[in-house]
């Protein structure tokens, strides 16, 4: 038996290399998804007039937080905002794993839980639409619109464009890899 002293070093560097493919393609990915994230937050509050348009990541079953935010002023920032502790439990993600769609023109007005009015209080948000991305794994995320200057009335139109928004990021494929 004759051994080549290169033949070990050869197949190490086949792994670094694959494994180095495979981070770089997983970053592509991501750069890709944030983007798209990033443009269609933008393009929605523009559109919409409002104050800020977030994206709520599930990172585990129930529990997120905003991971993307395009503002109308810094000071609308809620970046890394987990929601309220128990608020939002299995009811309310049946709820939006279904297809919910909320549209509160007035939080001071509507009939929700105390928790959740506090919390809504608490990110300045007084009118707030919220649209499930839903993709075959299950609830994937949430968009969510914030008014803060006052009581809004949604219009269909706005909804519409918000499930617009919603499905372009559920049938994006790097979203559906991630």
């Known amino acids: 038996m004759q051994i080549h002293?290169?033949?070990?070093?050869?197949?190490?560097?086949?792994?670094?290399?694959?494994?180095l493919q495979k981070l770089l393609d997983r970053l592509v990915r991501?750069?890709?998804?944030?983007?798209?994230?990033?443009?269609?937050?933008?393009?929605?509050?523009e559109s919409l007039q409002v104050d800020r348009?977030?994206?709520?990541?599930?990172?585990?079953?129930?529990?997120?937080?905003?991971t993307f935010e395009s503002l109308s002023s810094k000071e609308f920032s809620i970046l890394g905002s987990t929601g309220p502790?128990?608020?939002?439990?299995?009811?309310?993600a049946a709820l939006y794993l279904?297809?919910?769609?909320?549209?509160?023109?007035d939080i001071e007005l509507e009939p929700i839980q105390p928790c959740h009015r506090d919390f809504l209080r608490?990110?300045?948000v007084r009118a707030n639409l919220v649209v499930p991305i839903v993709i075959p794994r299950g609830l994937w995320g949430l968009l969510?619109?914030?008014y803060c200057q006052g009581p809004h009335d949604w219009s269909p139109s706005d909804i519409e464009m918000m499930q617009?928004?919603?499905?372009?990021?559920?049938?994006?494929?790097?979203?559906?890899e991630s």
């Open 30 to 45: 991501s750069i890709e998804q944030n983007e798209l994230v990033r443009q269609t937050t933008n393009q929605l509050r």
């Open 85 to 92: 502790d128990d608020c939002f439990n299995n009811e309310y």
């Open 164 to 176: 617009t928004g919603a499905q372009t990021l559920a049938t994006d494929r790097n979203i559906l």
């Open 5 to 19: 002293p290169h033949s070990e070093f050869n197949h190490s560097n086949d792994r670094r290399e694959q494994g």
């Open 53 to 66: 348009v977030v994206l709520y990541y599930f990172y585990s079953q129930w529990k997120g937080q905003v």
């Open 144 to 146: 969510v619109a914030h």
């Open 122 to 124: 608490n990110l300045q």
């Open 98 to 105: 279904a297809g919910r769609v909320k549209a509160i023109a």
